[in-house]
């Protein structure tokens, strides 16, 4: 299991079109993925998932991945952070 810490940087927080385009990133892998606020896991291959958590500017996030190709989906979800305007 990896777990990579993010930060939301984005203005806006992460609206409808930021989360169809991360849940389309993390259903390429094979590994589960799951972003971890607080007390909450959400599968982030679903969509209804990741809309009900609401993500602003400043909010720091978790990537947990666990799989047979971890490490590369938790390092393509942290990029995509980091490049999603």
Same mark, same amino acid.
């Given at each position: 299991?990896?777990?990579?810490?993010?930060?939301?940087?984005? %203005? %806006? !927080?992460? %609206? &409808?079109?930021?989360? =169809?385009?991360?849940?389309?990133? =993390?259903?390429?892998?094979?590994?589960?993925?799951?972003?971890?606020? !607080? $007390?909450? +896991?959400?599968? =982030?291959? @679903?969509?209804?998932?990741?809309? @009900?958590?609401?993500?602003?500017?400043?909010?720091?996030? $978790?990537?947990? &991945?666990? !799989? @047979?190709?971890?490490? +590369? &989906?938790?390092?393509?979800?942290? $990029?995509?952070?980091?490049?999603? +305007?």
């Amino acid at each position: 299991m990896i777990k990579k810490p993010v930060e939301i940087k984005q %203005d %806006d !927080g992460l %609206d &409808a079109r930021p989360i =169809a385009l991360l849940v389309q990133q =993390a259903s390429q892998y094979a590994s589960q993925v799951y972003i971890e606020v !607080g $007390t909450k +896991k959400i599968n =982030a291959k @679903s969509i209804m998932g990741m809309m @009900s958590l609401n993500l602003s500017k400043g909010e720091n996030v $978790t990537v947990v &991945a666990e !799989g @047979s190709d971890e490490k +590369k &989906a938790a390092e393509g979800i942290e $990029t995509f952070f980091s490049q999603i +305007k």
